[in-house]
Structure formats: C-alpha cells, structure tokens
C-alpha cells in the first residue's frame, strides 16, 4: 500500500492538475454509485452509468480543476498558515466560492442530462437553496480543518475525501427524474 501512496504522491508532484482533477472525477462518480446503491435502493445491475460517467465528467472537467486553482489562489494571495489565514480562506471560501461553485455544478449536471433551459431554471430554483444550506452545515468546519492543517497539494484530496459523503447527497438531490 505505501508504494501505492508513494506512486501517487509523486504523480501528483509531476502532474498535480491532471491527477486532481482525475480524483474528483473518481470521487464525484463514486458518490453517484453510493448514492444509486445505497440511497435509491438500486441494485448493482441496474445501476444508471451514464449518469455516473456525467458525474465522473463534472466532477473532472469542472469541481477538480476549480478547486485547483482556488486553493492555489487562496494560499498565495490569503496566506498559508495560522488560525486568522485559515478564518479568512474559510470566509472567502464560503462567501465567494460555494455559491458560484454550486450554482456551476447544477447547471453542469442538467446541461449533460440534456435538460432544457426552462427545465435546468425550475430545477436551479427547486433544488439550488436546499444543497446551499446543506453546504453551509458542513463545509465551514470541514474548511476550517482543511486550510489549518493540510498542506496545499493535498487540500483537494482531503476535500474529496470529505466529499465522498457530499457527492452522495448532492449525486441524489440532482438526480435526473427516471
């Protein structure tokens, strides 16, 4: 297992947007399957793929690389250590980031499940202030946690991994009507 770790921490060294971005996509995806087996009762064989690769797709293309570069941004122009840095990074994280992140990953989710405007609109109403308030119950510790403790190249991972359980639940509230 500690080659496994070390394989990935020099990957991440040589290539640390590309493997970012491929573990959000792998967690986001993951979260989709939890979120099928485990919440809507699914069985294995029935499982939705296409809908999980769409996840996979969003949480690659757009969550991954965004966090990225907004924990790259946070580091370099908020500071990288002490409670006041990871106070403010949290702040900002929560004021400027979530919401637009959020609002983002909807539309992402409904542009690839083919919806139209008017629908993605209804659906950007309905749901968007739910998974808001949710966010707000658990990313600010998680944050706080994040920003004090763990060194920047590993900020994403630890926030996916804290994600895994958030995919799950945002992976159900967006699910697409069947």
């Known amino acids: 297992m500690r080659w ?11 290539y640390p947007n590309t493997i970012q971005a491929l573990q959000t996509g792998v967690l986001v995806g993951s979260g989709d399957i939890i979120s099928q087996v485990f919440v809507e009762k699914r069985e294995i064989k029935n ?13 690659t293309f757009y969550v991954g690389p965004l966090l990225s ?8 122009y908020v500071g990288s250590g002490g409670k006041s840095v990871a106070l403010k990074k949290v702040a ?4 400027c980031f979530a919401p637009v992140c959020l609002a983002g990953f909807l539309v992402c989710v409904d542009t ?3 919806k139209s405007f008017d629908d993605t609109k209804k659906s950007f109403r309905d749901k968007y202030p739910d998974i808001l308030i949710a966010n ?7 944050q706080l946690i994040n920003f004090y403790f763990v060194p920047l190249h590993f ?9 895994l359980f958030w995919n799950t639940y945002i992976c159900f509230k967006t699910r697409p009507d069947d």
């Open 47 to 59: 499982v939705h793929w296409r809908r999980t690769l769409q996840f996979f797709c969003v949480g």
């Open 69 to 76: 570069v907004w924990y790259r941004l946070l580091h370099n």
């Open 112 to 114: 690839l499940q083919r």
């Open 136 to 142: 707000y119950k658990l990313w600010p510790a998680v």
């Open 92 to 95: 900002l994280d929560q004021i």
């Open 155 to 163: 900020q994403v991972l630890y926030a996916q991994m804290v994600a």
């Open 4 to 14: 496994l770790w070390n394989a990935y921490r020099k990957s991440l060294h040589r």
